[in-house]
């Protein structure tokens, strides 16, 4: 199983960009789907996430801007980012609970991270 994260590059402080994280490979069922960042010098933090019903939940300093979404036939997990601030910069990483054909249970898998840089 391979999570491939795309969409991050730089943009203007109240721009807005599109994160997207598709999974491939022997996948039997995707559970939870989750977004991370990681700033310099800070620890990684988790942005938001969504179930497979598409309960979704918010870090705080993103409520009201940043919008995830799914799509379960292909498998992919998005993340609408509006109202950039110069804070929002890191790199973001998806992150997934996957059950591969051959398992019964979940494993926790990570994509390589996208780039987001908002300059002020």
């Known amino acids: 199983v391979q999570l491939q994260a795309s969409g991050g590059g730089l943009v203007q402080a109240g721009g807005s960009l599109r994160l997207s994280c598709a999974a491939s490979?022997?996948?039997?069922?995707?559970?939870?789907m989750r977004w991370y960042r990681q700033a310099p010098g800070k620890q990684r933090e988790l942005v938001a996430r969504?179930?497979?019903?598409?309960?979704?939940n918010y870090a705080d300093s993103v409520k009201g801007r940043f919008t995830i979404s799914r799509d379960n036939a292909k498998n992919t997990v998005y993340l609408q980012a509006n109202s950039l601030r110069p804070e929002d910069t890191g790199v973001y990483y998806c992150?997934?609970?996957?059950?591969?054909?051959?398992?019964?249970?979940?494993?926790?898998?990570w994509g390589q991270g996208t780039q987001v840089t908002v300059s002020s």
């Open positions: 992150n997934a609970d996957v059950m591969e054909y051959s398992s019964r249970r979940y494993a926790d898998y």
């Open positions: 490979g022997s996948i039997g069922s995707v559970a939870t």
């Open positions: 969504i179930t497979s019903g598409g309960n979704t």
